[in-house]
């Protein structure tokens, strides 16, 4: 279980993963590119109605289909991953290797790609994003993470890009918040060059603010669009925090991890050791 402390401002949020019942519905129709100059506005009487990963119970994780399936149903905000192809492209998805939800072992001419990598103080073997081009990811196919799920999606599905996650929140008819992770980034960083010595963090900012992402939570500019950015790594929070103002969000994992960065780990006794950590 994830327990998410908003930064600096204390945010109360209960995210909530969209889980469908398997309909032969058709899928909301994907992004118009229209304008929609009347949008009904972000909600803000109750907590947040947060599709983690998209409506992944009954579409494949992460998905543009997913995506869409989560904002026909409601939610106030999609949740993505980020990670970075090897070129430098954003892209969306939840692990760093390629295994357990892509059809990757079906691509023979990729076999060769496998490695392995310390991660998070951990020797992981698989196939993984960093390892490949943009192209080469796009030639992959998305399925579901657990069995239990509707299978009837598996293989229909590309991987999809940040910025093709944002379009789909900024095409919908009514204001669609964006709670992106920066995930992994003390991997990435070791993984992915960036001209001029840029950061996956950087980066991930400059995608933001092309698309005019900004302002501190209920800021005027920030109810037009929403977004929270979140972290498992409290630098990658305190680096973002002198580029962006948007809020942040320090997630917390099990107490018996430690933050990939910072060697914490965050017990009931001292559960605000990450906030000690971070100075705004």
């Not at 892209?91 to 357990?100: A, E, G, K, N, S």
């Not at 789909?168 to 992770?181: F, K, M, N, S, T």
């Not at 994992?253 to 009931?268: K, L, W």
Request: with cysteine; aromatic share 12%.
């Amino acid at each position: 279980m994830k327990l998410k402390m908003a930064l600096p401002h204390f945010v109360a949020i209960i995210c909530l993963s969209l889980v469908a019942v398997c309909t032969a519905r058709p899928f909301y129709p994907l992004p118009s590119k229209t304008s929609h100059p009347n949008k009904q506005p972000l909600q803000t009487s109750r907590p947040y109605n947060i599709a983690h990963r998209g409506s992944n119970g009954e579409i494949p994780e992460e998905t543009t289909a997913a995506y869409m399936r989560a904002i026909e149903e409601g939610t106030d905000f999609i949740e993505t991953d980020i990670l970075s192809s090897r070129d430098g492209v954003l892209i969306c998805f939840h692990d760093v290797i390629l295994d357990y939800i892509t059809d990757i072992v079906d691509h023979k001419e990729f076999a060769d790609r496998k490695r392995t990598y310390e991660v998070q103080g951990h020797n992981m073997t698989g196939f993984f994003t960093v390892d490949f081009t943009l192209k080469e990811l796009k030639q992959l196919r998305v399925k579901q993470r657990c069995s239990f799920r509707d299978q009837q999606y598996n293989g229909k599905f590309p991987i999809i890009t940040f910025e093709e996650f944002i379009s789909i929140a900024l095409d919908a008819a009514r204001v669609v918040g964006i709670y992106p992770e920066i995930k992994n980034p003390v991997f990435i960083n070791q993984h992915v060059k960036w001209p001029g010595g840029k950061r996956f963090e950087d980066k991930f900012v400059e995608t933001l603010k092309k698309y005019e992402y900004k302002g501190s939570y209920m800021s005027e500019h920030w109810l037009k669009q929403p977004i929270f950015i979140q972290s498992f790594a409290p630098t990658s929070l305190v680096y973002t925090s002198n580029l962006t103002d948007s809020p942040k969000i320090l997630l917390i994992d099990d107490i018996n991890i430690p933050t990939q960065d910072t060697n914490q780990v965050c017990v009931p006794s001292e559960c605000n050791l990450p906030i000690q950590f971070i100075r705004w």
